[in-house]
C-alpha cells in the first residue's frame, strides 16, 4: 500500500494512471482481507473509466472489478464479469490475458510476507 500512496501523491498522472493504483489499492486490500475496501478502489476504476471515452478501459476496469468480486465470493460477480466480457467482445476482444493478471491477483494468500 506504500507504494500506491506514493503513486497517488504524483500529480502528472493520467487517469490511466490513477486506475492502475486503484487496481493495486483493491487487490491489495483484497489480499490483507478486507473485501469491502477492495471493491470500494474498483468501483471509483470503474466511475473513472466511465467518465471517458476509451471503451478499453471501460471494459477492463469491470474485467478486474469482476475478478476481485469474484474471489470475494460475491453474488453479484458472474453479472460484472458477463458486462466485462460483453464490452470486451464488442470491441473485437474475445480473450486477454488482462483476465489471467486480474485472477493472479485475486488470489488471496498470493501476497504473503517472506
Not at 477492463?60 to 470475494?72: F, N, P, S, V, Y
Amino acid at each position: 500500500m506504500a507504494s500506491a500512496d506514493r503513486a497517488d501523491a504524483m500529480d502528472d498522472g493520467t487517469y490511466l494512471d490513477a486506475n492502475f493504483v486503484r487496481y493495486a489499492r483493491g487487490f491489495a486490500a483484497l489480499q490483507l482481507g478486507h473485501p469491502d475496501d477492495a471493491a470500494r478502489h474498483l468501483d471509483r476504476a470503474v466511475d473513472v473509466a466511465d467518465s471517458t471515452d476509451d471503451r478499453l478501459s471501460q471494459a477492463l476496469t469491470r474485467l478486474a472489478r469482476g475478478r476481485l468480486l469474484e474471489a470475494a465470493e460475491r453474488s453479484d460477480a458472474s453479472e460484472h464479469l458477463a458486462d466485462a466480457h460483453r464490452r470486451l467482445e464488442a470491441i473485437g476482444l474475445s480473450t486477454t490475458d488482462w483476465d489471467l493478471v486480474f485472477q493472479r491477483a485475486s488470489q488471496v494468500g498470493a501476497a504473503s510476507p517472506a
